[in-house]
């Protein structure tokens, strides 16, 4: 079945780029989804990526997908410490209902 | 534009007992989604409705967990009777069609 992976965390200093990254399974995914999670609180959705683009610049954040690796990435340019949270890649089931398939989280810490 | 409104936010009950969780989504919105998401995993889809009707329950544990929307505006989940490994949160989201979801802040259920 279709799988999301994600390393499970990550540290950058304050001012840095953080990078981001995610692993799926189902070539046929119309949409790709980064989500933020923040302690106690739901997801946010910071940006989407149609499956037919490699790239998607959005102010702070680029995200950049190889179909043929089946490999997304996140990138934050000047990472500050509000940007510590939880990041959920998401995949949504091809044939489905628009069923999102979420990874297991990457946790982001960002220091001084 | 409000967002996803889900109460209660936090419930503890004992093992056995019964709980329900409502949700109500963005104006508008046909589709409403609801999440389970354990400590350290990302969420996984429970149930799935278009208006009023489920599209995708495979992943609900029929035996104890029931949801239904009423008028195809709020919707509620039950879990009745509670186990254990029920703890987790609960996240209800909703989405225009089969297009972005947005999340509500979610349940905390802890089942002692």
């Known amino acids: 079945g279709e799988d999301v992976e994600q390393s499970l965390f990550l540290s950058v200093r304050e001012g840095d780029s953080s990078v981001i990254n995610c692993t799926y399974t189902?070539?046929?995914?119309?949409?790709l989804y980064w989500y933020k999670q923040e302690p106690g609180a739901g997801l946010q959705l910071l940006t989407y990526?149609?499956?037919?683009?490699d790239m998607k610049q959005d102010q702070r954040l680029t995200v950049l997908l190889n179909k043929k690796d089946k490999h997304l990435s996140l990138r934050i340019a000047d990472t500050q410490t509000g940007d510590s949270a939880i990041y959920f890649c998401a995949e949504n089931e091809s044939g489905g209902y628009n069923k999102l398939i979420f990874g297991a989280g990457t946790r982001l810490a960002v220091h001084p | 534009e409000a967002g996803v409104a889900q109460s209660p936010r936090y419930k503890i009950i004992e093992k056995r007992q019964s709980v329900a969780f409502w949700c109500n989504p963005i104006s508008g919105h046909a589709t409403l989604y609801w999440y389970q998401q354990i400590l350290g995993q990302g969420p996984k889809l429970l149930i799935q409705f278009q208006n009023n009707g489920v599209v995708d329950d495979s992943q609900l544990p029929k035996d104890r967990f029931s949801a239904e929307r009423l008028k195809g505006v709020d919707s509620t989940l039950k879990i009745q009777p509670a186990k254990l490994e029920d703890s987790a949160v609960y996240l209800c989201a909703s989405s225009p069609t089969w297009d972005t979801q947005y999340f509500g802040p979610g349940t905390r259920l802890t089942v002692l």
């Open positions: 189902d070539s046929s995914s119309t949409y």
């Open positions: 990526i149609f499956s037919n683009m």
